[in-house]
């Protein structure tokens, strides 16, 4: 069987760069080398593009930029064409691609820019569309259309900047709460703000990172997860569960878990995990999600299920909790991208 070219995006220009280079890598190490070429493309913080042919370590080190294994590199927006074009002194050289698999976090990568061009130049994409990439990053909207779904969500007010309609709902809802970036990821700019004289720092924060900012009240309770996959036929890994010590899981402890640990299977009743898995298809199948997403939910102490967030682009590394919770499911890291892979071309 001939092998296929997978272009794997890393990097990006965005807040989440350096949590791209850790996931690209760990796709490179997993991807079945029997059946898939990556031909890979690091994107600068800038926002230039290379065709990349070092080593997966250099990527891991953020040393990859450099003239020996870097090209510059676009591509051919034109449909059919489906290529890679390496801008080489000499002239234009033309690399053939199959599926298109951005392993890109944040903006310009998650958000529904990248899967745009994608679609345009005709190349089968694996992940999510433009659609469901743009509506997931967007906290607020997300979040309506899950409850029009029927899920309940947190209560929550969008503000432009430090209004005095922050602080009296605020005062409404009550302390703590949550103030976040509208549309920001890794928790970048996240803010638990437990005193009244915690929320103006805290926008400020937030509108470093997004000009819209959300403030959200509190669930009690704990965080799980849902692994999805798929577009028509949906396979569900282990509902997850995130045990804090305190605080809450921000960017610190999403990628040392210092104080924290993650449960798979969560400790919950098979009754209450089937629940959840129900609730993850339905918010992933509300938003328009195909190929595959990590679903966020709240479980709270009176066993209901309140809606968090969609990760369209989840962590890929050997410890993220995407693969984790497949690999409960029976799948190991190489199936699932292979999974995924083979659902871009037949949902194409």
């Known amino acids: ?38 031909v890979t493309v690091g994107i600068t913080r800038e926002g230039k593009w290379y065709y990349y042919t070092g080593s997966t370590e250099k990527i891991l080190e953020d040393t990859w930029q450099n003239a020996e294994d870097c090209t ?11 290529c890679l074009l390496l801008l080489r002194e000499t002239g234009t050289e033309r690399i053939p691609i199959d599926i298109a698999f951005p392993v890109l976090h944040g903006r310009n990568g998650e958000d529904g820019t990248l899967q745009g061009l994608l679609e345009l130049a005709g190349i089968p994409l694996a992940g999510c569309g433009v659609l469901a990439s743009a509506l997931c990053m967007d906290k607020d909207r997300a979040h309506k259309l899950a409850g029009l779904a029927g899920i309940r969500v947190p209560r929550a007010l969008v503000v432009e900047a430090q209004t005095p309609q922050a602080v009296d709902f605020a005062r409404e809802i009550g302390y703590p709460l949550y103030v976040k970036p509208v549309r920001a990821g890794s928790s970048y700019g996240v803010t638990k703000v437990n005193t009244s004289d915690e929320l103006i720092p805290a926008l400020s924060l937030a509108l470093q990172y997004d000009t819209l900012v959300i403030l959200e009240e509190n669930i009690e309770g704990f965080e799980v997860g849902c692994a999805v996959l798929g577009s028509s036929d949906l396979i569900v890994g282990e509902v997850d569960e995130i045990q804090l010590s305190g605080g809450f899981f921000d960017f610190t402890e999403k990628y040392t878990l210092k104080t924290s640990a993650i449960h798979v ?7 209450k995990s089937a629940e959840i898995k129900e609730a993850a298809k339905c918010i992933y199948r ?21 809606f968090n967030e969609v990760n ?4 890929f590394t050997a410890h993220s909790r995407y693969p984790g919770m497949m690999k409960a499911a029976g799948y190991s890291f190489t199936e699932i991208l292979t999974m995924i892979l083979e659902d871009a071309q037949c949902s194409h």
């Open 72 to 82: 510059p590199a676009a591509l051919s927006p034109s449909r059919g064409d489906c």
């Open 265 to 271: 299977p969560a400790r919950i009743s098979p009754e």
């Open 312 to 315: 369209t682009i989840p962590g």
């Open 286 to 306: 509300a938003l328009g999600c195909s190929g595959f997403a990590r679903v966020d939910l709240f479980l709270t102490p009176t066993g209901e299920i309140v």
């Open 1 to 38: 069987m001939k092998k296929q070219n997978v272009l794997i995006f890393f990097g990006g220009c965005s807040s989440e760069y350096s949590v791209s280079l850790s996931s690209a890598s760990g796709v490179l190490l997993n991807l079945d080398p029997n059946r898939y070429n990556p």
